[in-house]
C-alpha cells in the first residue's frame, strides 16, 4: 500500500521560512515524479513545484526564485523549502507522486499540510 506522509507546515510571519517535507513508502517500482501542490478554499488546487527522478525541476512562476523543490531518491523523499513566504502563499500543501506499484503507473496523495503566513 503506498503512503505519502507530508510534513512541516505551520505558522509563520511574512518574510519567513519553511521546510516540507514528503515521505512515500510502498512503491514497487521507480517514482518517476515528486511534486508539491497547494490549494485555497474555493480555488483549483495548483501545482507549486515538481521534480522528477533525474532531479528535473519545474516551478509556478509566483514562487520561482523563493521556493526549491529537492529529493532524496533513496529516502524516497521530496523537501520544499519555501523562502521569502508571503501571504498569497497560505494553502493547504499537498504532496503528489507518480510511481510505479505493481506493475502499474499510477499517481498518490499526501494527506496535505496547513501554510499560514501573517502579514
Known amino acids: 500500500q503506498v503512503q505519502l506522509v507530508d510534513s512541516g507546515g505551520g505558522l509563520v510571519q511574512s518574510g519567513g521560512s519553511l521546510r516540507l517535507s514528503c515521505a512515500a513508502s510502498?512503491?514497487?517500482?521507480?517514482?518517476?515524479?515528486m511534486s508539491w501542490y497547494r490549494q485555497v478554499p474555493g480555488k483549483e488546487r495548483e501545482l507549486v513545484a515538481g521534480?522528477?527522478?533525474?532531479?528535473?525541476?519545474n516551478y509556478a512562476d509566483s514562487v520561482k526564485g523563493r521556493f526549491t523543490i529537492s529529493r532524496d531518491n533513496a529516502k524516497n523523499t521530496v523537501y520544499l523549502q519555501m523562502n521569502s513566504l508571503k501571504p498569497e502563499d497560505t494553502a493547504v500543501y499537498y504532496c503528489?507522486?507518480?510511481?510505479?506499484?505493481?506493475?502499474?503507473?499510477?499517481?498518490?496523495w499526501g494527506q496535505g499540510t496547513q501554510v499560514t503566513v501573517s502579514s
Open positions: 521534480i522528477t527522478s533525474t532531479e528535473s525541476t
Open positions: 510502498g512503491f514497487t517500482g521507480n517514482i518517476y515524479v
Open positions: 503528489n507522486a507518480v510511481g510505479v506499484i505493481l506493475g502499474s503507473t499510477r499517481r498518490y
